[in-house]
T-cell receptor, first 117, second 116 residues
């Protein structure tokens, strides 16, 4: 079956511009996560959705970053007034929450490489 | 707070040699621990996970890891390296697996090179 997909795969923008990054999770996965991976670093947690609501947004670096998941499936990460320091690979992952409350493994998408010039 | 330290940003082994990638964690609560592999231009793939069951965990592609609470370690091993094992490996910790969303805290990563 289809895995997690992310679009675009690459995005080049100019400093100060607005960008949107899209994530399509695995069908039926109720949990969705965004991570950011800077060059030479491990992924850093940004935000987690359970269904339509953001259950934990403690990793968002500032108020220029915002994410939505209006129908509990596709999610969009939005970055306003981009800065050169926002350049990174943005990873999306999804997982299935079982009836017992357990979260199964996270399946990661290939990422969107964002370059801010 | 939880954190993960991976010792060695680059590890090089010969084909057929033992692979040992080191991971130490810090957690004030019983942790859940993971190893992920990342091939160039691909997403992260789960190799194995420890969720408080057996301390020796076997994963895919012949990898295994042992949870040692006394040493706060979760090192990844493979008896015999293959060329296809060359990739970036990440150790990660999660506070809770149940009802907490399971957000992952990753280490810096270790790049594994395999020489013929």
């Amino acid at each position: 079956g289809a895995g997690v997909s992310q679009t675009p795969s690459n995005k080049v923008t100019e400093k100060g511009k607005y960008v949107e990054l899209r994530c399509d999770p695995i069908s039926g996965h109720t949990a969705l996560y965004w991570y950011r991976q800077s060059l030479g670093q491990g992924p850093e947690f940004l935000i987690y959705f359970q269904g339509t609501g953001a259950a934990d947004d403690s990793g968002l670096p500032n108020d220029r970053f915002f994410a939505v998941r209006p129908e509990g499936s596709v999610s969009t990460l939005k970055i306003q007034r981009t800065e050169r320091g926002d350049s990174a690979v943005y990873l999306c992952a999804s997982s299935l929450k079982t009836s017992g409350g357990a979260y199964n493994e996270q399946f990661f998408g290939p990422g969107t490489r964002l370059t801010v010039l | 707070a939880q954190s993960v330290t991976q010792l060695g940003s680059h590890v090089s082994v010969s084909e057929g040699a033992l692979v040992l990638l080191r991971c130490n964690y810090s957690s004030s609560v019983p942790p859940y621990l993971f190893w992920y592999v990342q091939y160039p231009n691909q997403g992260l793939q789960l190799l194995l996970k420890y969720t408080s069951a057996a301390t020796l965990v076997k994963g895919i592609n012949g990898f295994e890891a042992e949870f040692k609470k006394s040493e706060t370690s979760f090192h990844l091993t493979k008896p015999s390296a293959h060329m296809s094992d060359a990739a970036e490996y990440f150790c990660a910790v999660s506070r809770f697996y149940y009802n907490q969303g399971g957000k992952l805290i990753f280490g810096q990563g270790t790049e594994l090179s395999v020489k013929p």
